[in-house]
């Protein structure tokens, strides 16, 4: 932890030196608030390339698995519905689709 702290302080540092900023509180925290987020956006990150496909029960979608095919099935329910919908504009065209677009 020592050392994941230290590295953010020289990270805020360098910052404050690079912007020519006073080294403050008031000046730090913003910093200190990026760095920790994109170290946790990093963590994330890794987490889902090393835990990807894995799941806690073969039988069972968890509450993010569920989210995505919810997700990827309102999805897939709007493309069905634009995709009719342009079959029927093409069928006002008749044979002249197959004329110039075939």
Known sequence: VGKILDSIDKKVH???DEEELEDTVENAKPLF???VRKMHEKQIEHEREICSGYRD???ELDQWEQEDL???FREYELAKITLEAA???LKVWGRFVQKYCE
């Open 70 to 72: 919810k997700r990827e």
């Open 33 to 35: 608030e990026e760095e």
């Open 14 to 16: 360098e910052k404050l």
């Open 87 to 89: 079959e029927k504009k």
């Open 57 to 59: 029960s073969p039988y």
